[in-house]
C-alpha cells in the first residue's frame, strides 16, 4: 500500500526583506513578461525582423522596471507599448499567416499582461463579493494562454472530457450556495499560482482538482492537489521558503521564481488562516489554503 501522505500545517514565520516583498507583488507579472520576451525571442528566430527584437528588449526593460519598483507611473507608456504590439502582430498574421498559433500566442499573453495592469489598480487585499464566472474565467484565460506558449506539448481538458497522455484535466470544483463568494481578489493571483505549480509538477495524462468553497467562521477555502513529483519529506516545511525549490525540482525549467507558495504562505499569515500541504515524492501533493475574513 506505501506510506500515507505526509500531511503538514505550515507555521514558521517569514520575513522577507523590502525588495523581497516587492517581487513577491509583482511576480506575476514578472513571469508573465518573461514568458513573452521568450515568445517574441522565438518568434524572431523563425522570421528576423528588427521589430521583434525591439519588442524583445522592451520585455526585458519592463522586468527590470519592475524588480526596481518603479512600475505604477509608467503603466500608462507600458500600456501602449502593448497595444501597439498587438496591432504589428496582427499585421504579421496577414503579411505571414502559415505562422498563425505563434501570433495567437502572442496576442493572448498580451492580454492577459493587459488585465494584470489593470489587477495593479484594484485593492487588491479588501474583501468583496466576486461572482463565481470569474474565479473561472480568470484561471482559463491563465490556462489557455500557458497552453499557447507550450506549442502543442500539452493542452487543459475539463469535465466530463477524458484525460489523455498529452493533456492535463482541470477539475475545478466550487461550493457554494450563491453565486458569489466573499474574498479579496489577490486570490485569483494563489489559484494561478498554486495550478501553475501543480501543472509545471506534474506529467501530462493528469488529473489537477481544486476546490474552492467558503468556511465558518466567515472566510474562504482553497485546495489544489495534483499526482505529480511530490516533495521530499523533509523539504516540505521549506517550499514557502522564499525562492525555494524543492531537490526533486531542480532539473526543471518552469520560467518562474519559485515565490508562488511563498506568496500563497504570507496571504494565509495576513488573513489568520491555515497553510496545509501534505504529500508523498512521486506521487503529488496537495496544497491547503484558508482566509478569514476581517471582522
Known amino acids: 500500500m506505501g ?128 461572482p463565481l464566472a470569474e474565479f473561472r474565467s480568470r484561471l482559463n484565460q491563465f490556462l489557455s494562454a500557458t497552453e499557447r506558449v507550450s506549442r502543442g506539448k500539452f493542452h487543459f481538458v475539463y469535465p466530463p472530457e477524458e484525460v489523455s497522455p498529452l493533456s492535463y484535466k482541470i477539475n475545478f470544483q466550487i461550493n457554494s450556495q450563491n453565486e458569489e463568494l466573499m474574498a479579496p481578489p489577490v486570490l485569483h493571483d494563489t489559484i494561478r499560482d498554486i495550478v501553475g505549480n501543480a501543472r509545471k509538477y506534474s506529467p501530462p495524462g493528469t488529473e489537477i482538482t481544486i476546490v474552492l468553497q467558503e468556511t465558518e467562521p466567515p472566510g474562504i477555502e482553497l485546495s489544489v492537489s495534483d499526482s505529480g513529483i511530490g516533495i521530499p519529506e523533509t523539504e516540505i516545511e521549506k517550499v514557502v521558503e522564499y525562492g525555494y525549490r524543492a531537490t526533486n525540482a531542480m532539473d526543471r525549467n518552469t520560467m518562474g521564481a519559485g515565490l508562488g507558495l511563498t506568496k500563497a504562505y504570507l496571504l494565509s499569515r495576513k488573513f489568520g488562516g491555515r497553510f496545509i500541504i501534505e504529500s508523498t515524492e512521486g506521487k503529488g501533493a496537495k496544497f491547503q489554503l484558508s482566509l478569514f475574513r476581517p471582522t
Open 3 to 130: 506510506n500515507p501522505p505526509k500531511r503538514i500545517e505550515i507555521k514558521g514565520k517569514l520575513r522577507p526583506e523590502k525588495d523581497e516583498i516587492l517581487l513577491l507583488d509583482n511576480h506575476g507579472l514578472l513571469n508573465l513578461f518573461n514568458i513573452l520576451e521568450r515568445q517574441l525571442e522565438g518568434l524572431n528566430a523563425l522570421i528576423r525582423e528588427d521589430k521583434l527584437k525591439s519588442y524583445s528588449q522592451f520585455c526585458v526593460h519592463i522586468l527590470m522596471v519592475i524588480s526596481e519598483g518603479d512600475l505604477e507611473e509608467k503603466i500608462p507608456g507600458i500600456e501602449k507599448e502593448l497595444e501597439e504590439l498587438t496591432t504589428y502582430i496582427r499585421g504579421l498574421i496577414e503579411r505571414k499567416p502559415r505562422h498563425l498559433e505563434f501570433f495567437r500566442g502572442i496576442l493572448e499573453t498580451v492580454e492577459v499582461a493587459h488585465v494584470r495592469l489593470q489587477e495593479l489598480n484594484e485593492d487588491r487585499l479588501s474583501w468583496r463579493s466576486i
